[in-house]
């Protein structure tokens, strides 16, 4: 979707939704260069979608500044009529895309703004090359289980619904047996399919996927235990600078701090 500058009076209006935003540039400057374009990310800390987006960027080594828009703050300020006007599905995150000549790409979607990472900006990789099919396939594979089968289910507007709908005592066994069931067959696929890593000794955006879905499944109260070869990965990953930066706890935001 490339637009105009017809977005300037909705960024414009952006601005006020939140106070706190911050340039989210580290030193891993691998990418980044007089030609990057400008990278906004609209993004909430505990966000597991937004989490994926900030590891890629980190990974990469691209400059960007985050925009903070709270899904609890005054009703969810991913409401507004501002926000909106960017997001129409009202969800985090939103990345965009400032090129030199003016115009504005606006991506949603964790996994569709990953993959135009990957495109744009291709070194260092976060999927194997074409050479290896295989390998790409299960990268893909994982990353769509966890962030297409095991997120959506736990996500706050489900949850929002099962407690408005059962009551608020039935949100945590609801989040709990879902994200469960689904990391028991990302277990499986692990213990084939890892070595250092979720799939090889490569970092992929399938590992990208997994740390904040065991984020979400400790929060909610599932056994991790049962899950050997994914807090082995974890493990590796908690050591990368670019996985450390982009967590949920040091974040700007993580302030904000009621369950939701």
């Not at 400032?98 to 569709?112: I, K, W, Y």
């Not at 989040?175 to 399919?193: C, P, T």
């Amino acid at each position: 979707v490339s637009t105009q500058s017809t977005w300037g009076p909705f960024l414009i209006g952006l601005l006020r939704m939140s106070d706190a935003s911050e340039s989210c540039t580290k030193k891993r400057k691998v990418e980044s260069s007089s030609s990057q374009p400008k990278l906004t990310l609209y993004t909430y800390f505990r966000s597991s979608c937004s989490w994926r987006v900030r590891i890629a960027l980190n990974v990469k080594g691209l400059e960007y500044e985050c925009k903070y828009v709270s899904l609890i703050k005054d009703g969810g300020e991913q409401f507004s009529e501002e926000y909106q006007k960017l997001n129409v599905f009202k969800q985090v995150p939103t990345l965009v895309v400032e090129e030199s000549d003016g115009n504005q790409l606006v991506l949603t979607q964790s996994l569709a703004i990953i993959s135009y990472l990957e495109d744009a900006f291709p070194n260092p990789p976060l999927l194997y090359p074409p050479s290896q099919p295989a390998l790409r396939a299960r990268v893909r594979s994982m990353a769509l289980d966890i962030a297409c089968d095991i997120q959506p289910v736990q996500n706050l507007r489900v949850l929002n619904y099962v407690g408005q709908t059962f009551g608020d005592s039935h949100k945590q066994p609801w989040a709990k047996e879902w994200i469960g069931r689904g990391l028991q067959n990302v277990e499986a696929q692990a213990s084939s399919w890892s070595g250092k890593y979720c799939v090889g000794d490569q970092i992929t955006y399938a590992d990208a996927c997994l740390i904040p879905q065991l984020y979400n499944a400790r929060r909610w109260g599932v056994d991790v235990s049962q899950f050997p070869t994914l807090l082995r990965v974890e493990s590796e990953l908690n050591q990368v600078q670019a996985f450390i930066d982009a967590h949920a706890d040091n974040q700007a935001d993580s302030t904000d701090k009621p369950k939701a």
